[in-house]
C-alpha cells in the first residue's frame, strides 16, 4: 500500500509536469495557457486554463488537452462546450484525484 507520502510525491509530480494545453473548434486545435496547477487540500490535483477570444463569433469546442513539458497528451476530454461571440473566455478545469484503491 503507498504511503501518504507516496501519493503527495505523486501528486506534486504530476503538477510540474503539466505544462500546456489545447482546445479543438471545429478541425483545428488552438493552444491554451495554463492559469494554475495546484493539489487542493483534498488531494485533488486541479488545472485551470482559459479558453479565450482567439477564434472571433460563435463557437463549439469540443475537445480539451492536456500536455506535459515534452509535449506528450496527458489527458483530454471530449467536450460540447459553446460560446456566443464575445470579448470573455472560459475557464476550464481538469481536476484529478490520486489515490489508491
Known sequence: M???AAL???RNYL???ITSAKYKVGSTYYTAT????TVLSDGRVSVSFTIDHTVAGNI???EVQLYDRNGVLLASKTESINRA???EGILYRFRFTIAEN
Do not use: C, E, P, R
Open 85 to 87: 461571440a464575445a470579448q
Open 8 to 10: 503527495a510525491g505523486l
Open 15 to 17: 503538477k510540474s509536469q
Open 2 to 4: 503507498l504511503t501518504a
Open 60 to 62: 463549439t469546442v469540443t
Open 34 to 37: 495554463i492559469n494554475d496547477v
